[in-house]
């Protein structure tokens, strides 16, 4: 039999098909290459390879399946790690000029570590803008990642580089981050389902500074079925996050055979009362109009916080990034920093105080209670993932036509308040891009994001692949 498309398949049925014997690991593995050799140069979507060793991991792979071995639940299972995560034998640039030359890593982070223990194939590395900084891909190490939706687009960020791959069919599986919303912006950009879990429910060690205050991190597929089968493998507690989750007693997946409906949703447009793209907002709203059809009462809610972005500036660039910089300020160094977020850390390393952050934490945990204040009474918030349509990389989104800075301004919320959030495709705009909605939900209520997510992709039923691209 030969090796399905990835965009055509589910991850459970691709690892079942290996373990089964009716693919080989080696099979899955050959194909995932040859759709990187093919279409990478297009996209950019991979940023190191390791052919050799990927080709050594399936073989052993198969060899402990023919002596009847139990290799875990994504045997064969070909994956890029976002390149802000250590995977062995594998540098981890961040995207950053100063970090291109360090040594290759001697070991995984959590995440990975468990997702080959459950069988999985570590291709190589994927595009990241500069630490993570941008809701777009490209950095002065490897250059931009193109969407495939549109080569002339971005594939969002900071998880563009997996996002890509996975649209395009390179890989099944990819690892992300999200201190920002660096999941569900690059999910919704290239028409996939993602979540971001709540804090602590996958490792994310050993931590880079800051990263308790916003970063999380999980696994990215294609739909969120496959999503959750793939957090089965990897949540769970670990000594190198301090904000660990005890391990869920039941199957994330399996909460999502037959997925109930919400009861109650709250649906916001736009939670700061700013402009929303017409075409996103329709969209969206015609998602939430199915789940009223169905029964779900729908309760429409107008500004609910002026701004997100007090609290999230000072944590995200002075907690977060800036630490790993201010030794490169007044260095030679500095000048290959990406310029926007060289302009953004000059400030903040200049105004961003000790206090400033002990503020911006104060005010996030005033957030997080207006926020549960509101959604009392609703199973889950629904909200526009972005406000703008998808810009060109190195652009901003666009709102009816006119260029937005603030273009992905609704995804940080969840990263202040620890909550999980999800997306998932509502549509497409005018000229072919998807939208996303967004599914916000209470904290530590991973399932209830999750089978809402699953609820809207199967009354929607897209199942959006990206047109194939051009190999010449």
């Not at 597929?221 to 769970?236: E, K, N, Q």
């Not at 037959?258 to 649906?267: I, N």
């Not at 609703?378 to 349509?389: E, G, I, K, R, Y």
């Amino acid at each position: 039999m030969d090796v399905p498309d990835f965009r055509t398949v589910t991850v459970e049925a691709l690892a079942a098909m290996v373990r089964n014997r009716t693919l080989t690991a080696a099979a899955v593995t050959e194909h995932a290459l040859e759709r990187i050799e093919v279409l990478n140069p297009q996209l950019n979507a991979f940023v190191a390879l390791d052919a050799e060793s990927a080709r050594s991991q399936a073989a052993a792979i198969d060899e402990r399946l023919d002596a009847g071995d139990d290799v875990g639940p994504l045997a064969g299972i070909p994956i890029g790690v976002k390149d802000l995560a250590d995977a062995a034998g594998f540098v981890t640039t961040r995207g950053a000029m100063h970090l291109r030359d360090s040594p290759p890593v001697a070991a995984d982070s959590t995440e990975v570590a468990r997702m080959r223990a459950a069988g999985a194939v570590i291709l190589g590395k994927t595009n990241t803008p500069e630490f993570g900084c941008m809701g777009d891909t490209y950095n002065p190490v490897f250059g931009a990642t193109w969407n495939p939706w549109n080569t002339g687009r971005s594939p969002g960020g900071s998880s563009g580089g997996t996002s890509a791959a996975i649209a395009s069919g390179m890989v099944p599986v990819g690892t992300g981050s999200d201190g920002g919303g660096s999941i569900r912006i690059p999910s919704s950009i290239c028409g996939m389902s993602g979540l971001k879990p709540s804090h602590g429910r996958v490792p994310s060690g050993p931590p880079p500074p800051g990263l308790l205050d916003l970063s999380c991190v999980g696994p990215m597929a294609r739909r969120i079925r496959d999503v959750a089968y793939c957090l089965d493998a990897v949540v769970g507690p670990h000594p190198s996050d301090l904000r660990s989750l005890p391990a869920p007693t039941e199957s994330w997946r399996a909460a999502l055979d037959d997925p109930p409906l919400p009861a109650r949703v709250l649906w916001v447009p736009s939670f700061d009362g700013d402009a929303v793209d017409s075409e996103i907002l329709a969209s969206c709203a015609a998602a939430v109009e199915l789940l009223a059809a169905e029964g779900v009462e729908v309760v429409e809610m107008g500004t609910l916080f002026d701004t997100v972005s007090a609290a999230f500036v000072p944590l995200f660039l002075g907690g977060l990034i800036a630490p790993s910089y201010r030794p490169l300020l007044g260095t030679p160094a500095w000048d290959d920093v990406t310029d926007l977020l060289a302009v953004a850390l000059e400030e903040s390393l200049e105004n961003v105080t000790v206090e400033a952050i002990s503020s911006a934490r104060q005010q996030a945990t005033e957030l997080s209670m207006q926020l549960g204040e509101v959604m009392s009474g609703f199973d889950v918030m629904l909200l526009p993932t972005m406000a703008s349509q998808t810009p060109v990389v190195g652009g901003d989104g666009l709102i009816d036509g006119v260029e937005t800075e603030n273009w992905v301004r609704f995804t940080p919320l969840a990263n202040l308040t620890r909550r999980p959030a999800g997306t998932v495709c509502s549509g497409f705009t005018g000229d072919g891009m998807p939208i996303g909605l967004g599914v916000l939900g209470h904290q530590t209520d991973d399932v209830g994001v999750l089978q809402t997510v699953a609820v809207l992709e199967d009354l929607l039923d897209l199942d959006p692949i990206a047109p194939d691209i051009d190999a010449g």
